[in-house]
């Protein structure tokens, strides 16, 4: 039996048991102090507290049970609390937690950088950086890119999310609340579209959205806005994780390479959420055959614990000592736990997120006959998106619908979350069997249902 069967199998709590109204007494405690005292800043979908995790499973403070296919936004890979990855944690915790990569040498953190470079797209020699999380990644990028190339500009795409530190804010175009207020962000970054197969560039054209981009790109913001001589970088997030999870088409990644070594341009892929085995492979990238000059990687990296890396070409991260570093960047702790999720996606966990990406796609298949709410279901291994829409004809949005999908989820025992404007995404840890996914697909199936008679 796989570790994920035992995992699953071998708790009486594989499945939601709700016992309380949502939230419970002991949450709503807990939802007043926070509203009290944490800052207001912070997005919350519905009122869950949680209290302890155990694979596939989330316990909220009232003894409540979930499913859990949100992983955290899809950080807990190895689902909550992996008896590896904890007993890692453990041992290294009590051994060293802190001596800061920036000053000192630690074994950790150079086995770490040589396996991840050992697994990034393309021939040539990758060297590693350490920060804490997927925006101070991008940060990095950012930095080296411009440093590498000696040029000060930068392309991303709509609707993209890469980080709300000034810098990735800068290249984020996804919602404009998260840029409000905030004043002039970093000069000389352009957007461009990012090619939607569903309802084409502009709403246009779905069948014809990468070569539509792709002509946009070269033929109206290289020609009329930036002078390609310029870009340091385009970054772009081979599946967009805020932006409705729309996978970037093969031929539409294989034509923004082209592009980018035509000109001189270092392709960045974001592959924070996208990347570890979220897609049946390392990274998203590889389904297209591209080999990134630069990636960005977080979030399933360490199973939970706060760490970021970007992975380069040996010959782009020529930058000096001093020129960059993190103090905290690379924990010991954080690295420890990084190479047993990488143990454990090596052995089993990639080839699951492959084999249940294809199992629930299977499922889903019928759902836009089944379901007059659903517009579009699309990704990769376990990175699905499932569009919701007011009118399957015209693919009007529907966000409160798909809002309500949400709660309706939340009240049976199941974690989910948005995406974009009227996509739900479905993202589990990728140890998620085949009860659990049918229980989370048939639990939207009849929230679907209910959402429907009600319109």
Same mark, same amino acid.
């Given at each position: ?51 302890? /995790?155990? =694979?596939?499973?989330?316990?909220? %403070?009232?003894?409540?049970? !979930?499913? @859990?296919?949100?992983? #955290?936004?899809?950080? *807990? ?103 409000? /207020?905030? =004043?002039?962000?970093?000069?000389? %970054?352009?957007?461009?579209? !990012?090619? @939607?197969?569903?309802? #084409?560039?502009?709403? *246009? ?251």
């Amino acid at each position: 039996m796989s570790t994920a069967q035992t995992q699953a199998k071998g708790s009486k709590n594989a499945l939601p048991q709700i016992n309380t109204s949502l939230p419970g007494p002991e949450a709503r405690r807990v939802l007043e102090l926070d509203r009290t005292y944490v800052s207001p800043s912070y997005t919350r979908d519905y009122p869950l507290v949680a209290k302890r /995790g155990q =694979g596939m499973m989330v316990e909220d %403070v009232d003894g409540n049970t !979930f499913l @859990d296919f949100a992983a #955290g936004i899809a950080v *807990v890979s190895t689902g909550h609390c992996h008896p590896e990855v904890v007993r890692a944690i453990q041992e290294q915790a009590a051994t060293l937690i802190h001596m800061s990569g920036t000053d000192f040498y630690y074994p950790g953190l150079a086995e770490l950088a040589e396996r991840l470079a050992s697994i990034a797209p393309g021939k040539e020699a990758k060297r590693v950086y350490f920060g804490n999380s997927g925006a101070e990644a991008v940060e990095a990028a950012i930095k080296l890119a411009k440093y590498h190339t000696k040029r000060d500009k930068l392309v991303a795409f709509h609707g993209a999310f890469h980080g709300r530190t000034m810098g990735a804010l800068s290249l984020t175009a996804s919602r404009s609340i998260q840029r409000k /207020g905030f =004043g002039t962000l970093l000069s000389g %970054v352009f957007h461009t579209p !990012f090619p @939607d197969t569903y309802r #084409g560039t502009y709403g *246009v054209r779905p069948e014809c959205a990468s070569a539509d981009c792709l002509s946009y790109l070269e033929n109206e913001l290289f020609r009329r806005r930036v002078d390609p001589d310029e870009v340091a970088a385009i970054f772009i997030e081979p599946i967009q994780g805020e932006g409705g999870y729309l996978p970037a088409p093969a031929d539409f990644l294989q034509g923004l390479q082209r592009i980018c070594r035509k000109y001189g341009i270092l392709l960045v892929a974001d592959e924070v959420q996208s990347g570890m085995g979220r897609t049946g492979k390392w990274w998203a990238v590889e389904h297209a055959g591209v080999e990134p000059d630069i990636i960005c990687a977080a979030k399933g990296i360490a199973s939970g614990m706060p760490l970021g890396a970007v992975i380069a070409r040996a010959s782009v991260m020529d930058w000096t000592p001093g020129a960059h570093a993190s103090t905290f960047g690379g924990n010991p702790v954080c690295i420890a736990a990084a190479m047993a999720t990488m143990d454990l996606l090596e052995r089993e966990y990639i080839a699951n997120a492959a084999h249940m990406g294809e199992f629930i796609m299977s499922r889903l298949a019928d759902w836009r006959e089944r379901h007059k709410i659903v517009g579009d279901v699309r990704g990769r291994g376990l990175m699905i998106g499932i569009e919701i829409v007011r009118n399957q004809k015209t693919r009007e949005k529907a966000p409160d619908l798909r809002n309500k999908l949400v709660h309706a989820a939340f009240q049976k025992g199941l974690l989910v979350l948005g995406s974009g404007d009227t996509t739900l995404r479905l993202m589990p840890p990728l140890i998620v069997n085949e009860e659990q996914a049918d229980f989370a697909i048939l639990t939207l199936d009849g929230c679907l249902e209910e959402i429907e008679r009600e319109e």
